[in-house]
């Protein structure tokens, strides 16, 4: 198994321009989610899903889109990316679902390292 | 006020030590995690939690529901356990994280 991977590991780009960060996992989690993690801040939900077709939005989703068309992916899409969105930014995904409580634990990606100057 | 509040924020011990990090929340839970943070940035789970404690080599995680309190303890701390921890709840379908605690551990 691969676990979770995310890519790229790392990113810069100007502001105004739009980009992709992938996600993938291959242990049939239903659970995704998208954090980002600042300096002196805990990590943070941006978008989450609980099953392909399925997304809401976190405590800071304002200028990123999610899509989960499968189970496997769950890729966050920055509109157009403003030098707030530079943070390091992570995937998670666990077989946490509303029926079955006691199975969360939690897998996260390696981090994509983003900057927008 | 943070939903999640972790103490301390930062942690110096001599190798040996026991180490005790705190984890308190406000909200209603139906789990609690810890996880740790290497210095390269990965994010590992420790443990997750819904009441009682739990166990893992020189890692002991307890909850006090009652009290929305959680600690970790690390007995016979060593250099390779420096890292950020990190505690986080799971309240209704969301996780919301703890601030960390920064842990250095020297020879």
């Known amino acids: 198994n691969a676990g979770v991977t995310q890519t790229p590991k790392f990113q810069v780009l100007k502001t105004g321009q739009s980009m992709t960060l992938q996600c993938a996992q291959d242990?049939?989690?239903?659970?995704m989610s998208w954090y980002r993690q600042d300096p002196g801040m805990g990590l943070r939900l941006i978008h989450y899903s609980v099953g392909a077709g399925i997304t809401d939005q976190g405590e800071v989703p304002n200028g990123y889109n999610v899509s989960r068309s499968t189970t496997e992916d769950f890729p966050l899409r920055l509109l157009s990316a403003a030098p707030s969105q530079t943070s390091v930014y992570f995937c998670?995904?666990?077989?946490?679902?509303?029926?079955?409580?006691?199975?969360?634990?939690?897998?996260f990606g390696p981090g994509t390292r983003l900057t927008v100057l | 006020k943070n939903e999640v509040e972790q103490s301390p924020q930062n942690l110096t011990a001599q190798e040996g030590e026991f180490i005790t990090i705190n984890c308190s929340y406000s909200?209603?839970?139906?789990?609690l995690h810890w996880l740790q943070q290497h210095p390269g940035g990965g994010i590992v789970s420790l443990f997750m939690?819904?009441?009682g404690k739990k166990k893992h080599g020189r890692l002991i995680a307890t909850i006090n529901i009652q009290e929305k309190h959680s600690s970790l303890h690390i007995t016979a701390s060593h250099p390779r356990d420096s890292a950020v921890y990190i505690c986080?709840?799971?309240?209704?379908?969301?996780?919301?994280f703890g601030t960390g605690t920064r842990l250095q551990v020297f020879p």
């Open positions: 909200v209603g839970i139906s789990a």
């Open positions: 998670a995904s666990s077989p946490w679902d509303l029926r079955d409580y006691a199975r969360d634990e939690q897998f």
């Open positions: 986080a709840v799971r309240s209704t379908d969301k996780l919301i």
């Open positions: 242990m049939n989690h239903e659970y």
């Open positions: 939690l819904s009441s």
